[in-house]
């Protein structure tokens, strides 16, 4: 089990950002991918979730409205489109896939992430 973050950057306040989550080692279809985030000093949380059975997403209401997650099975990579970017989601993102959307779940380990900063 593989999953490599990529796509982050430095963006101004309200810009956007795509981030990629390229997996492999096993067939999504049979778990969820999650995003996640951890910003200097702060617990990581989770940011957005995806199940590979069905498509259902899932985000904390600190992102919803702003953030999409979606899959590319030809690609085997999910994506975390980020619009109307605040400096408060400023951080460390990775990906992860798991069993389900919560930490508990979650399998394998932290990879080095893709650092995404928003700036006011």
């Known amino acids: 089990v593989q999953l490599v973050e990529s796509g982050g950057g430095l963006v101004q306040s309200g810009g956007s950002l795509r981030l990629s989550c390229a997996y492999s080692?096993?067939?999504?279809?049979?778990?969820?991918i999650g995003w996640f985030r951890q910003a200097p000093g702060k617990e990581r949380e989770g940011v957005s979730c995806i199940s590979g059975s069905d498509g259902s997403t899932y985000y904390p209401d600190s992102v919803k409205g702003r953030f999409t997650i979606s899959r590319d099975n030809a690609k085997n990579t999910v994506y975390l489109q980020m619009n109307s970017l605040k400096p408060e989601d400023t951080g460390v993102y990775y990906c992860?896939?798991?069993?389900?959307?919560?930490?508990?779940?979650?399998?394998?380990?932290w990879g080095q992430g893709t650092q995404v900063t928003v700036s006011s």
């Open positions: 080692g096993f067939s999504l279809d049979y778990y969820f």
């Open positions: 992860r896939s798991g069993y389900g959307c919560y930490a508990s779940d979650l399998m394998g380990s």
